[in-house]
């Protein structure tokens, strides 16, 4: 039974009206002073107490993990429990423009035996706390054991004083068991704010802490077993055990799931709620005929989506829909249809690309596609028919002038661009429907600028990605927006064989690659190559693409399969389209007719390399991933991935999808110097093994900070996810989906639960103004 004035979970309902009572809302300067607050906002970025709170520890020292200071290996990670003996300054000789710098040791002991901790700072950046180190304090250090001049020591250790043990104890067993039967937290810190630091200054906030009331209605955590909030939140920073812990753990991550899926289900409620304009089939025009015109016939997974498109273009409320499916699996194609049918009901469509190259790529697909119907104005048109528009950066003044006015008067019924379609000058007659391919690679802002074209702000909005989303991360990611899968390739595309090519310790398998190469176009077929950057300097349009870095720098190999060229220490940068190109010019690949393509090429450059390779006019294509998304040269058969070990894992999977569109096999050789066993070529084993693109989007989050995943539909805010993982907890996610959906339906504006709506403001922050934006 909760106490009078409380909530339940040991909550006060007034706290603002008590003295020394302490809020999560309340300003960290305020609590803890202006210095302390200061650092931990510039630091971590945490302004409030509730952001303190939520910045949680990211693992906890026990006592299984202390180790006697004579027992000490070089090379274990140890936690040791000693006593500062002395402090000792290290002057070192100066560097230009670094000032002074020094060494410090501490010298602690566990009255056994000694080590020494070790750091080094300039005197301009040697942090505050380090005079925290006097003798005579008791502290928990960990390190990494080495050897300087005879000594063991640890050099810049995790430090986690212990401000409650009595200055010069005796480190007796009972002193050590007082602290180190206890879960000490170990938070993400630096080396200007340590963990103890923070453990101290979240020890101060909940000593006079009331968290408000529960967000979560009573029956929910009743009925699901979890512990009131003010509980979870004290025993997530101070836990009695690791079951309290782990309660803990459960309870917060179910606020951040619920949370998140309550404001998704507001969204989803309020956008059914918005006026759109129904655009329905209509009997005998352009969708019918472009139908009829197909020289293929649908598979049942593209006839399925596309009827349930059909269905909500036609409703009074505006379509939210995202169409996901594999390389390959025929997305235009419904793309297309769906934009027919807007046009035949009066509307105008816009397809939104992310690169020029992908802009003109779909361009010429849709008009080629269409025939006569989108030859409207011109000799041999359909009877019914539109024209198409392209408007990028690159298009000239008489075209752009041109397109503007079609777009304007809506002679132009479809309109493919760039980010150019963004821009104010851009008016459409009548926006029905707006199509976004690769969602993830635009702001909120942008797309949402797109949509509010339409003259009544709410147009249809369909979003296109190939690359392979979980239903969990869908859920979570994608959660306002109604999901369709395409499972199924089209008939007539052939299997792609991929294989990893270990050019370091295989060399022989590297010139075997150039040798299938030259195979392959000896039968006039067709290659890309496809390299980390470009060559000519710093690459801020087409950067190195590993996404993991620090693992994956090998010494460099010759890459033309010869003898490596010797051993080279330390870094080197990944290779380079220019680079490439002119060794494969002039080496294995020599008497082949081979070009480049890259994002910093002219527009015109691009566009006619594009051609030529569409053609059959160019063998060889050297290119950044700029025909990652979109290109589509069925003669093409090869793909050669140099320093595959610097992609993501999806990101080589949407580039294996170049090949294999045609009726001859595609062939995928990824490239590598990663030793057998590292985690680079795991991932690249791992990407030979399969060609299910949702197998490897399950490996590629497993590698990916969540953060990571939801700042691509957030722009790039921090991500509010900081306990829930969207794999592991994927049962949790749709029991809190369901709970919410719930909830929010019966009080969409959750009147009836005021502390859920400020949770949800307090928790999100600026993201939930985001999330209808995605």
């Given at each position: 039974?909760?106490r ?18 302490t ?66 300054d ?25 080590l ?20 005579g ?8 054991v080495?050897s ?8 810049h ?24 039967t ?18 101290k ?20 955590w ?8 003010a ?36 969204r989803?409620l309020?956008?059914?709620a ?15 005929e ?28 505006p ?19 769906a ?9 105008q ?6 690169t ?18 989108a ?5 041999g ?34 309109v ?40 009544d702000?709410?147009?249809h909005v ?13 859920m ?49 077929r067709q290659?890309?190559?496809v390299?980390?950057?470009i ?7 087409e950067?190195d ?11 460099g ?142 490996l ?19 991500s ?19 709970e ?9 504006d ?15 922050g ?8 995605t």
């Amino acid at each position: 039974m909760p106490r009078p004035g409380r909530e339940p979970g040991g909550v006060s309902v007034v706290a603002s009206m008590l003295p020394g009572v302490t809020t999560l809302r309340e300003p960290l300067t305020r609590v803890l002073g202006p210095r302390t607050g200061k650092a931990l906002e510039d630091v971590f970025g945490l302004r409030t107490v509730g952001d303190l709170l939520r910045h949680y520890p990211r693992r906890y020292y026990t006592r299984g993990e202390l180790t006697d200071l004579s027992s000490l290996r070089e090379g274990d990670h140890v936690t040791v429990l000693a006593r500062v003996v002395m402090v000792a300054d290290h002057p070192l000789p100066s560097q230009p423009g670094k000032g002074r710098r020094s060494r410090t040791e501490v010298i602690v002991t566990d009255d056994r035996a000694r080590l020494v901790l070790t750091f080094f700072f300039t005197n301009r950046r040697r942090p505050r706390w380090l005079n925290e180190l006097v003798p005579g304090m008791i502290g928990m250090f960990a390190g990494t054991v080495s050897s300087f001049r005879g000594r063991r020591q640890l050099v810049h250790p995790e430090c986690e004083m212990l401000p409650g043990a009595p200055p010069n104890a005796d480190l007796t067993p009972e002193l050590a068991a007082e602290f180190a039967t206890e879960l000490i937290p170990v938070y993400p810190a630096s080396a200007r704010f340590p963990s103890w630091r923070i453990a101290k200054s979240v020890r101060t906030v909940l000593d006079t802490l009331d968290v408000g009331s529960d967000p979560l209605p009573a029956g929910l955590w009743e009925r699901h077993g979890l512990a009131g909030r003010a509980e979870a939140i004290r025993a997530i920073h101070r836990p009695l055990d690791t079951a309290d812990r782990d309660r803990a753990r459960e309870r917060l991550k179910w606020d951040e799931a619920f949370m998140l899926q309550a404001a998704l289900a507001q969204r989803r409620l309020a956008a059914a709620a918005m006026p759109a304009m129904p655009r329905p089939r209509v009997a005998g025009g352009m969708a019918e005929e472009f139908d009829a015109r197909l020289p293929f016939t649908l598979t049942a997974g593209q006839v399925e989506v596309g009827e349930t498109i059909a269905g909500e273009l036609a409703c009074a409320y505006p379509m939210h829909r995202l169409l996901q499916g594999e390389v390959g699996s025929g997305k235009t194609v419904i793309a297309i249809r769906a934009m027919l049918q807007v046009v035949d009901a009066g509307g105008q469509a816009a397809l939104l690309a992310p690169t020029e190259v992908l802009a003109q790529q779909h361009y010429r697909s849709v008009t080629d596609m269409l025939g006569p119907l989108a030859q409207a104005g011109q000799l041999g048109a359909a009877d019914h028919a539109t024209s198409v528009a392209l408007l990028t950066g690159s298009v000239g003044a008489a075209a752009r002038r041109s397109a503007l006015s079609d777009v304007f008067t809506g002679d132009a019924g479809i309109v493919i661009g760039t980010h150019a379609l963004l821009e104010e000058q851009v008016q459409f007659a009548d926006l029905g429907l707006v199509v976004i391919d690769e969602q993830h690679r635009f702001g909120v802002e942008q797309r949402d600028a797109l949509r509010a074209k339409a003259a009544d702000n709410r147009p249809h909005v369909l979003v296109m990605t190939a690359t392979p989303i979980p239903r969990t991360v869908a859920m979570t990611v994608y959660g306002d927006l109604e999901t369709s899968t395409l499972t199924e390739l089209p008939a007539g595309r052939s299997a792609i064989a991929s294989h990893v090519v270990p050019a370091a310790d295989k060399p022989r398998y590297l010139e075997r690659a150039w040798e299938r190469v030259r195979e392959e176009a000896g039968r006039g077929r067709q290659a890309y190559v496809v390299c980390p950057r470009i060559g000519d300097g710093p690459d801020p349009d087409e950067p190195d693409e590993a996404g993991y870095p620090g693992e994956d720098d090998f010494g460099g190999v010759d890459m033309t399969g010869g003898v490596p060229r010797g051993v080279v220490l330390g870094r080197r940068q990944p290779l380079s389209v220019l680079d490439v190109a002119a060794t494969l010019e002039a080496g294995p690949l020599a008497g082949l007719r081979l070009d480049i393509l890259h994002g910093r090429l002219h527009p015109e450059e691009k566009d006619r390399v594009m051609r030529e390779f569409s053609a059959g006019e160019i063998d060889i294509l050297v290119a950044t991933t700029v025909i990652e998304v979109g290109v589509d040269v069925p003669n093409a058969t090869v793909m050669v991935i140099m320093d595959s070990e610097r992609f993501g894992v999806s990101q080589l999977h949407q580039l294996r999808g170049r090949v294999g569109r045609g009726t001859a096999p595609g062939l995928c050789l990824l490239v590598t110097e990663a030793p057998p066993g590292s985690p680079a070529r795991e991932r690249l084993d791992a990407v030979a093994a399969t060609l299910d693109g949702f197998k490897l989007s399950r490996l590629d989050l497993e590698q990916r900070r969540e953060g990571d995943v939801l700042g691509a539909a957030q722009a790039g805010r921090r991500s509010s996810l900081r306990l829930l993982r969207l794999l592991a907890d994927e049962d949790l996610i749709r029991q809190a989906r369901d709970e919410a959906t719930a909830v929010v339906s019966a009080d969409q504006d959750l009147a009836a639960h005021p502390a859920l709506h400020a949770a949800i403001d307090e928790l999100l922050g600026v993201q939930a103004e985001y999330l209808d934006k995605t």
